[in-house]
């Protein structure tokens, strides 16, 4: 008797499977992910995911999230190109993540840490093709393990505060020269309102404003608390084309000899306060950090009648290469200086340290505040046993946290206690 064949089944079963997976494929959904900066950078913290019916509860147990980053400039290590995300919280959301009873949608809470980099939408580059802190193909496979549900391609993207921004600012310098800038234009406003300008470190340059805000906490300056002590500002984030400390031939200069940009720059602050007569001209403001807080303290000096008040983090003009004659033409402006004793990119010893000591002697209304190392704010990684690079004090000034001068204790207008912020609300002109 000739045995039973079982091509036939076998063959159907490898057919089914196959139909199965593209079904499967084909029933992936969209889902919305949402990035909110932090004291370290941006991180990918939330998922928005649509279901078939509404829902009144979820449990995050229930959802596996895993990530990849890629780009096609630089090579992202393996280790921090993919791998899985913890889902810490789910809840019943309308699309765009708010909480509601009930819903179709759901709003997966992820975890974020400044150690996580499978977290980040961005990575800091070497390559001189993209160097500094780039955007990234950053991409999650998101599944429901109960139903098979899968959602795995990104409809949409919330960026808090950054989304209130307009980036498509542009003002050409000349021939060779083009800045980028990012704008908050406050919604509701006095008949003049303040303007609050920042000036980004050297991994922040290029031709994407975006990233000039969103590399570090920059878009904070928009919240309603700091919006709060100016009675609405506006924020200008110019962006660099390369690096504000760039003199002509591209390399670095640390005030031994003009940069490239500061001539172009005033220009184009000026021009943008022009254009817009809202502006309080009594009430600007310049900051900025590392790079950005050379250009900020170089337009203080190249303009010394224009600005309000100066709030500079992580200064990177030498001392050495200021004269006294220039000392002595800023000692009437406000500023306030944000360091940490183990920034071991702009030596504090060369910098800041003996530029506030010289200010401080010509009689300067400024402020230091100088911290041991940069901590972690929230307590959640381990407060102050947790060191981020020493480099990264502009946290202080992001965060409004900076609150006590050199000698440690609180700096006060009319007796309180205030925050940077608070302080630099209170300066006019």
């Given amino acids: 008797m000739k045995k039973p064949t079982y091509r036939t089944p076998l063959l159907f079963l490898f057919i089914c499977t196959l139909l199965?997976?593209?079904?499967?494929?084909?029933?992936?959904?969209?889902y919305t992910l949402v990035i909110e900066a932090y004291d370290w950078g941006p991180n990918a913290s939330k998922a928005i995911v649509g279901v078939d019916s509404p829902i009144k509860t979820v449990d995050h147990k229930d959802y596996t999230v895993s990530a990849t980053r890629f780009s096609s400039c630089v090579e992202i290590p393996a280790a921090q190109a993919s791998g899985s995300r913890s889902v810490v919280f789910a809840y019943v959301s309308d699309?765009?993540?708010?909480?509601?009873?009930?819903?179709?949608?759901?709003?997966?809470v992820l975890a974020v840490a400044p150690n996580l980099p499978i977290a980040s939408p961005i990575f800091y580059a070497q390559n001189p093709k993209c160097r500094g802190n780039n955007w990234i193909e950053y991409k999650l496979n998101i599944k429901d393990n109960k139903s098979n549900q899968v959602w795995d391609k990104e409809k949409n993207r919330i960026i808090p505060l950054m989304d209130q921004f307009d980036l498509s600012g542009k003002y050409k310098v000349d021939d060779s020269i083009t800045l980028s800038y990012a704008v908050y234009a406050p919604k509701v406003r006095a008949a003049k309102s303040p303007l609050i300008i920042w000036l980004h470190g050297g991994g922040e340059g290029g031709s994407d404003p975006s990233i000039a805000i969103i590399g570090n906490k920059v878009v904070n300056y928009a919240s309603p608390e700091i919006q709060s002590y100016f009675g609405a500002a506006y924020v200008l984030a110019p962006q660099?084309?390369?690096?504000?400390?760039?003199?002509?031939?591209?390399?670095?200069?640390?005030?031994?000899e003009d940069d490239m940009y500061n001539q172009g720059l005033l220009a184009m602050i000026k021009n943008f306060v022009r254009t817009h007569p809202e502006i309080d001209q009594s009430r600007i403001y310049v900051g900025g950090c590392s790079n950005g807080g050379y250009m900020a303290l170089r337009l203080i000096l190249a303009d010394p009648g224009y600005f309000a008040a100066g709030y500079i983090s992580a200064l990177a003009y030498q001392s050495e290469y200021i004269t006294d004659q220039q000392i002595n033409s800023i000692?009437?402006?406000?500023?306030?200086?944000?360091?940490?004793?183990?920034?071991?990119?702009?030596?504090?010893?060369?910098?800041?340290?003996?530029?506030?000591?010289?200010?401080?002697?010509?009689?300067?209304?400024?402020?230091?505040?100088?911290?041991?190392?940069?901590?972690?704010?929230?307590?959640?990684?381990?407060?102050?046993?947790?060191?981020?690079?020493?480099?990264?004090?502009?946290?202080?000034?992001?965060?409004?946290?900076?609150?006590?001068?050199?000698?440690?204790y609180p700096v006060k207008i009319k007796g309180k206690p205030v925050t940077i912020m608070e302080w630099m609300a209170a300066q006019k002109k």
């Avoid at 660099?240 to 031994?256: D, F, L, R």
């Avoid at 401080?360 to 981020?388: I, R």
């Fill in 20 to 30: 199965c997976a593209q079904l499967s494929a084909a029933a992936a959904k969209e």
């Fill in 95 to 108: 699309q765009q993540g708010k909480r509601v009873a009930e819903g179709n949608f759901v709003t997966l």
């Fill in 240 to 256: 660099c084309p390369g690096a504000w400390m760039h003199n002509k031939k591209g390399v670095i200069t640390h005030g031994q």
């Fill in 331 to 408: 000692r009437k402006v406000p500023m306030w200086f944000v360091h940490a004793k183990d920034d071991g990119v702009t030596i504090p010893e060369k910098t800041v340290v003996p530029v506030y000591k010289r200010l401080k002697a010509a009689g300067a209304p400024v402020h230091f505040s100088f911290y041991d190392h940069v901590t972690d704010l929230s307590g959640f990684y381990g407060g102050e046993n947790y060191h981020f690079n020493g480099h990264w004090s502009w946290i202080y000034s992001h965060s409004n946290h900076a609150k006590l001068d050199f000698d440690g």
